[in-house]
């Protein structure tokens, strides 16, 4: 049978992972590209920097807390901080479809050039491509990032995790996802759910001044349940997460309740999980705390290696937190 | 903090129910939303040694069989519009799923509700709507009939495979599966309501109807394992913030109105008697006619049907794991977010 791509390709999850370990490593064969993160740190002239990629399809373009340039600066901006990086640069490109609303796509550039400004990031090359009516649905963007390390001695790292670490989540969990499925979906909650999407940079560069952090990660696509399996992929460590503790707002379960959704693996655009060493927990969780009220301890890494991602359960049950297999569909019943 | 230890005295006091038997229970759940908010809440570790849960045939996508899905995918072929619930996309027919059919172009839509479909469906459209469900479900598809029917739409017709819970609870006790008590479906009672499970206590076999909540899932245990210490086979019900005595009584007028029982093939129990509902005579038009061929039906490799009779826990299967998995399903209870073999996957029963 012929192999196509479908959705679940890209929702961040399993097969997202599968294609690339099985098809995109393989060939471009890079062993930089082979300790892949949501961005590569090297070695530059003496200096350590750091690149980032991303593209965005999001739909609707305009939703409750953002829109599609904000979240293409964001997302970009936010996978060099977590990596210990400050952005300095940034390239913008569009895909348009035939049709689109110049009116839009003025919002969407004036949007990028505030949330770039606010990041300090100067946006200094990009491209335009226009496709046929029915070739693309809207527009695309992609944006590639380049970063300075803020600390080379204190650059967060998957190496750096080991047992007894204390994980740390920035927010609550599953707005952005909330967001989106709620705007497309016409269920009345579109004024109710906010997305998270916004820049970790501020509280990101006070976490990495005060605390000494093991590793960063922000949670994007396949949300937190998909992200803590990333990491135990490849720390080879497990963790344990505490139901009680991780942070849902209420109009998100309620959205979740309705469709049937996972809030565990339902997109963020602005929060990240933060590992650091038992001492340090609590000075992490106050500087994160005035950011975001949410922000909590949600478990901890295991000396086990079995490269799992365990939930405690309200009643003292377990069970596995795995990582997202397919797109979260509404189910019958 | 008062709600957890109330829980906690509640789960002693199942433990300690249980202990009094001096054995392991089994018990069923009919119901696919059950049995994932059993593994989800980690239900199947908390009462490890105390409690053998046994996924039933309560989940519509998982007793769909690929022939169906095969008809659907016909119908998609000779550009028609196919509208379906969104967790039938994965079950595969005998060559593809939906949703592989539709990463090649065929023309299938995911509706939240057959009434939002109806509304939408374009004049210009010729479209299926995919009607497969337990009771549940069915007053909708009855209620987008009825709409179909005030907009005088010639161009929306209905692939019917819905089932009814009865028959196939039946054969599955009469034939199947011993077991000291039923955790019952709370969304079908809804419909059908307490009375619509009275057979069950024929069977003389302890029942109990329940919500979805981890509250309400703790309290039916405590009912159930009650009623298994006093041998009381009365159903009780443990949902009474939604479930009736009589159901839903306008929901049931619906389906009586525009439906009939069927024999009907479940994927994994065969073809049960009655265990179907079509449309009635008087709106066989509104009804797409599918052809089925039931000898070629079901994976030889795939014990779906021990499985779902209790006979086999998912991870004895030779196919689990190793080529069955969510991305490649080759059986009814790997298919569905609420099948069995899922949610061991996915929440790790095996461990």
Known sequence: MMRTIRKEHGNGGKQTYELIDNLFKPIFGSEILKSGDDSTVFSLNGMKVGISTDSFVVKPYFFKGGDIGKLSVCGTVNDLAVAGLEPKYITVSFIIEEGFSIDDLEKITRSIKRYADLAKVEVVAGDTKVVEKGAADGIFINTTGLGVARDTQKMPSISRIKGNQVVIVSGDIGRHGACIYSHNEDLGFEDRIESDCGLLLDVISELMQEVDVAYMKDLTRGGLATALNEIVQKSGFDIKVEEEKIPVADEVKALCDILGLDSYYLACEGRFVAIVNGDEKEKAIEILKKYNRFACEIGKVEESREKRVYLSTTFGGTRILDMLYYEMLPRIC | ?351
Not at chain 2, 200 to 228: A, C, H, M, N, R
Not at chain 2, 306 to 335: I, N, R, S, W, Y
């Open chain 2, 1 to 351: 903090m008062q709600t957890l230890e109330k829980a906690n005295t509640i789960i002693n006091t199942i433990k300690n129910n249980i202990e009094k038997m001096g054995r392991q229970l089994r018990i069923i759940e009919v119901c696919g939303t059950h049995t994932v908010s059993i593994y989800r809440n980690g239900f199947h570790t908390l009462f490890k040694g105390y409690i053998d849960f046994i996924s039933g045939p309560g989940c519509p996508v998982c007793v769909t069989h690929e022939g169906y899905i095969d008809n659907l995918i016909e119908l998609a072929k000779m550009n028609y519009t196919i509208y379906t619930f969104g967790d039938l996309m994965k079950v595969p027919g005998k060559s593809m799923s939906l949703a592989e059919a539709k990463s090649n172009g065929a023309k299938i839509k995911i509706m939240y509700s057959p009434v939002d479909a109806v509304e939408n469906i374009a004049e210009d459209e010729e479209a299926i709507i995919a009607a497969v469900g337990f009771e549940t479900t069915v007053p909708a598809f009855a209620l987008s009939l009825e709409k179909v029917l005030e907009k005088d739409l010639k161009n929306v017709k209905f692939a019917c495979e819905l089932k009814t819970i009865d028959q196939p609870l039946k054969v599955l006790l009469k034939d199947h599966i011993k077991v000291d008590g039923l955790i019952l479906p709370g969304h079908v009672a809804t419909i059908l309501g307490v009375d619509g499970f009275k057979f069950v206590e024929e069977f003389e076999i302890p029942s109990v109807i329940s919500g979805f909540e981890k509250y309400d899932i703790l309290l039916s245990l405590l009912s159930l394992t009650q009623s298994i210490l006093d041998n009381d086979f009365t159903v009780k019900n443990e949902y009474k913030r939604v479930v009736k005595k009589e159901g839903n009584t306008v929901a049931k007028r619906y389906i009586e109105r525009f439906f009939e029982r069927t024999d009907a093939y479940f994927r994994g129990l065969g073809l049960i008697e009655g265990g179907g509902l079509r449309l009635k005579s008087e709106y066989s038009s509104f009804s797409v006619q599918l052809k089925y061929d039931y000898e070629s039906f079901s994976n030889s490799a795939c014990r779906c049907a021990d499985v779902l009779t209790g006979k086999l826990k998912p991870f004895e299967c030779p196919l689990f794991e190793k080529v069955c998995t969510p991305q490649t399903p080759k059986g009814a209870c790997m298919v569905s977010q609420e099948g069995s073999c899922n949610a061991y996957f996915r929440f790790g029963k095996w461990k």
